[in-house]
T-cell receptor, first 117, second 110 residues
């Protein structure tokens, strides 16, 4: 079974530029998550999708971050314009919903390491 | 409120046993996860506890006490490849989302 795919693996940009990340979840996983992980911290949820609908985006800085999952499969996360404090690893994870409404464990992609100069 | 506490860093010797503790406060508990994260890599799932007690999986075991808001991950027969960060995450009952600790960096010495 193929894992969660992400690209690019690394990205270096200057502040005020824009950047986009792509994620393809495990086949059959309807739930997709984007996390931001700053060095030395745990992952912080940015947005959660169930199929192509947004479940929670309460921690997404909507003035500069956007995400979409138009066909309910792969997803893109965009930052425009980037700030220095956006330097982090952006992790995509997926899971499937269990019969009782909960979820199985989350499977993570390799992440995109973003450096904003 | 929601809070998860883990030690920042621990050091242990190859072949020994180490216990990594995690304490949590949450408004509604729906399970606790442990993940392993090697430097520069994604977190990988290790264990899940939703009921009190010990779950054993090979060299790794995880314990949960819901009344105490406490869990630990026990690693036996430590190997150099166990050097990694270990993340504790609690799932909220209200929305099934994970609240993550900052992780414990485990250093294994020969």
């Amino acid at each position: 079974e193929a894992g969660v795919a992400q690209s690019p693996r690394y990205k270096i940009i200057e502040k005020r530029q824009s950047v986009a990340f792509w994620c393809n979840p495990i086949s059959g996983h309807a739930t997709l998550y984007w996390y931001q992980q700053i060095l030395g911290q745990g992952p912080k949820l940015l947005i959660q999708f169930q199929n192509n609908g947004v479940v929670d985006d309460s921690q997404l800085p909507k003035d500069r971050f956007s995400a979409e999952r138009l066909k309910g499969v792969d997803s893109t996360l965009k930052i425009q314009p980037a700030k220095l404090e956006d330097s982090a690893v952006y992790l995509c994870a997926s899971s499937f919903r269990l019969a009782g409404g909960s979820y199985n464990e989350q499977f993570f992609g390799p992440g995109t390491r973003l450096t904003v100069l | 409120g929601q809070n998860i506490d883990q030690p920042t860093e621990m050091t242990a010797t190859e072949g020994a046993i180490v216990q990594i503790n995690c304490t949590y406060q949450t408004s509604g508990f729906n399970g606790l996860f442990w993940y392993q994260q090697h430097a520069g890599e994604a977190p990988t799932f290790l264990s899940y506890n939703v009921l009190d007690g010990l779950e054993e999986k090979g060299r790794f075991s995880s314990f949960l006490s819901r009344s105490k808001g406490y869990s630990y991950l026990l690693l036996k027969e430590l190997q150099m490849k166990d050097s990694a960060s270990y993340l504790c995450a609690v799932r909220e009952r209200s929305n099934y989302q994970l609240i993550w600790g900052a992780g414990t960096k485990l250093i294994i010495k020969p």
